[in-house]
């Protein structure tokens, strides 16, 4: 294992979507502890865990298992066990919440594909249609995401705000209050090249991308002069 874009994105998705797991398997006499990654997400989210899956074999090599539940959840889980020497010199971890590992916080490229993978998994898109359209992005999670706000500010040079929110949902019938982190940041003429060049690309799920496309379409319309990029499939 090494740092790479796609290794970026898996840790992105794995620390946002995903969920580390540990348990015993009995095999006859002998206890053996498994190490899991398990990802469940509905329909909208397949081509999140497609990337996924098929990037979890190619570092891991091994296939995974993949399948749909009873609730219509599409489930992948991989054992990575004999990789977590490697996972622990890379400064991964899975804890809550995202924190980027050390090699991400110094190349824009990795923190590109890492980011696109937090956006892909916790993240959300809110589009302005004003006289000035503005594009915020936002990412929740259980806990204060210091080290990722901080990642945010740095690499695509913008501000990052933070605010904890309660929120009161209902599952099966049970009453659930509860409490989240949400950071925020926008898409700016100081930042757009950033993210159309590094977090664009890498970000699998059609209605996120058609929202960041939407935005750049609108900032044409509204008379923006970005320089637009060079390269045609990293432009939105």
């Known amino acids: 294992m090494k740092p790479s874009k796609k290794l970026a994105y898996w840790v992105g998705v794995a620390q946002s979507d995903g969920h580390y797991k ?12 498994r190490h899991i990654i398990q990802l469940g997400v509905g329909i909208k989210s397949l081509p999140m865990l497609k990337k996924f899956e098929s990037i979890s ?5 091994t296939s995974g298992n993949y ?7 599409y489930r992948f889980e991989i054992k990575i066990k004999r990789f977590l020497n490697e996972i622990k010199k890379l400064n991964i ?18 923190f590109g ?3 696109a993978g937090v956006i892909d998994g916790d993240g959300d898109l809110r589009i302005s249609r004003s006289r000035y359209p503005y594009c915020a992005i936002r990412i929740t999670s259980g806990s204060k995401q210091i080290n990722l706000r901080e ?35 926008y898409v700016t003429p100081k930042n757009i090249e950033m993210v159309g060049q590094y977090i664009f690309p890498e970000i699998s799920l059609i209605h996120k991308r058609d929202k960041l496309k939407e935005y750049k379409k ?4 509204c008379g923006d002069r970005t320089r637009e990029l060079s390269d045609h499939n990293r432009v939105f």
Not at 22 to 33: D, H, Q, V
Not at 57 to 61: A, E, L, N
Not at 67 to 73: I, S, W
Not at 157 to 169: P, V, Y
């Open 22 to 33: 540990i348990y015993n398997e009995r095999r006859g006499a002998k206890l053996i502890e």
């Open 57 to 61: 074999q190619k570092i891991f090599g």
């Open 67 to 73: 399948c749909m539940d009873k609730r219509k959840k």
């Open 93 to 110: 971890s899975f804890s809550d919440p995202p924190t980027p590992p050390t090699w991400c916080l110094e190349n824009r490229k990795y």
């Open 113 to 115: 594909a890492y980011l």
């Open 151 to 185: 990642g945010i500010k740095t690499m695509l040079n913008c501000g990052c705000s933070h605010r904890k929110i309660t929120r009161n949902s209902e599952i099966d019938g049970r009453k659930i209050k509860g409490t989240c982190h949400v950071i925020e940041f």
């Open 218 to 221: 609108l900032r044409t319309m």
